[in-house]
């Protein structure tokens, strides 16, 4: 293991996007390409410049995970566009609550908003019957978002272990 300082404070904020994966006050997987950045500002481009492009590609594909686990979530259902913006306020409402809530607020937040895009976009719908298609769309979000997590811990350990890798000569 290396001894230089600047190694450990890099590996230490790339170290933060597994947390980060959990807990969306953190930044999650941006942490990597700041930590890859400033080992490539230490050690200089014509060396540190694969763990800089491993870790932008990590952030890239963890953020098209996320769009793609919304999107194909709410487009089974066709649900509508809106119902991903209330669960992410579900989300933020869900950290500060903390507990159980990280997992209602967010299926509450989706299922509010697609009720209330049911009432105007499917008037003749009972209200059964939007309850009941509100509450699968909230579901089917919040699976959404619970696999996206998963992929997105997967791809911060996969940015950890190629920052090891590149970087330890």
């Given at each position: 293991?290396?001894?230089?300082?600047i190694w450990w404070l890099a590996l230490g904020l790339q170290g933060l996007a597994v947390p980060g994966t959990f807990l969306p006050v953190l930044p999650g997987l941006l942490w990597l390409p700041l930590g890859a950045g400033l080992w490539c500002w230490h050690v200089g481009w014509s060396s540190g410049w694969p763990v800089l492009l491993l870790a932008v590609?990590?952030?890239?594909?963890?953020?098209?995970?996320?769009?793609?686990a919304l999107a194909l979530a709410t487009a089974k259902l066709q649900a509508s566009r809106w119902s991903a913006l209330g669960a992410g306020v579900g989300v933020l409402i869900g950290v500060f609550t903390g507990g159980?809530?990280?997992?209602?607020?967010?299926?509450?937040?989706?299922a509010l908003v697609e009720d209330w895009s049911l009432r105007r976009?499917?008037?003749?719908?009972?209200?059964t019957d939007r309850a009941v298609q509100a509450a699968?769309?909230?579901?089917?979000v919040v699976v959404g978002l619970l696999v996206s997590q998963v992929a997105?811990?997967?791809?911060?350990?996969?940015?950890?272990?190629g920052f090891v890798l590149l970087s330890v000569r």
């Open positions: 293991m290396p001894v230089d300082p590609a990590v952030f890239a594909l963890g953020s098209v995970a996320d769009l793609l159980v809530a990280l997992l209602i607020a967010p299926w509450l937040g989706a976009r499917s008037p003749e719908l009972s209200w699968r769309v909230g579901l089917a997105q811990l997967l791809l911060a350990a996969l940015g950890l272990l």
